[in-house]
C-alpha cells in the first residue's frame, strides 16, 4: 500500500522573464512500512536543529518562524537532509506545473487538467509498484465554498480515471482503494 499526499501551490509572478503564472500540484508517494520510520528520522532532525514543536517545515517559512531566522547554510542542510531520509524510504515524488501564459485557459480549467496528469503520475507509479494506493488532500486555498467545488470536480476525476483502463491500480479518494 502506498499513502499518496497532494497539495497545489502557484505564483503569480514568477521572477523569470517570459513566464505567467505557474499553477502546480505535487505528491508524495510514502511506501506505507515507512511512513513510521520517516517520521521518527524527521523528528530527530527536528531536535538536531533545535526546531520547536509544532512548528512546519515550508519551503517559504513565514516571517519570525525558526527556520526563516536560522539562515540560510541551515535550510540549505535541512531540506537536503530531509531529501535523504525521503530517498532512504524509497518515497517517489511527481510535480505537475503550468504556465498559465502559454495557454488561455481559466485557472479552473488548468487546475483540473493539472490533477488530471498528477493522477495520470500517480496511476503509473502503482502500476509500477504493482501496488494500491490512498490519496490524501490538502484541502486548497479559499473558502469553503472553492473547496467543496474542489471536492465535486477531483471525484469527478477520480471516476474519470477510474474508467479509463481496466488495468487500473487504486488511484482514488481518501479510504477508497478498488482493485
Not at 30 to 45: G, I, N, R, W
Not at 132 to 147: E, Y
Amino acid at each position: 500500500m502506498q499513502l499518496v499526499f497532494i497539495d497545489d501551490s502557484g505564483q503569480r509572478q514568477p521572477r523569470r522573464e517570459g513566464l505567467g503564472e505557474l499553477i502546480s500540484i505535487g505528491a508524495v508517494m510514502f511506501p506505507e512500512d515507512q511512513v513510521a520510520k520517516y517520521t521518527a528520522e524527521v523528528s530527530k532532525l527536528r531536535t538536531e536543529i533545535g526546531m520547536p514543536d509544532g512548528e512546519e517545515f515550508k519551503w517559504n517559512s513565514p516571517k519570525g518562524s525558526f527556520m526563516a531566522q536560522a539562515g540560510g547554510d541551515v535550510v540549505k542542510a535541512t531540506r537536503r537532509r530531509m531529501l535523504e531520509i525521503a530517498a532512504d524510504c524509497g518515497v517517489r515524488t511527481a510535480v505537475v506545473v503550468w504556465d498559465r501564459g502559454m495557454v488561455p485557459w481559466t485557472k479552473e480549467n488548468v487546475a483540473r487538467e493539472v490533477l488530471s496528469y498528477l493522477y495520470e503520475r500517480i496511476e503509473m507509479h502503482l502500476e509500477a509498484s504493482d501496488e494500491r494506493g490512498v490519496v490524501i488532500a490538502d484541502i486548497p486555498g479559499g473558502g469553503s465554498k472553492d473547496h467543496s467545488k474542489w471536492l465535486a470536480e477531483a471525484l469527478d476525476l477520480t471516476t474519470l480515471v477510474l474508467h479509463r483502463e481496466s488495468s487500473w491500480r487504486g488511484v482514488g479518494q481518501v479510504g477508497w482503494s478498488p482493485r
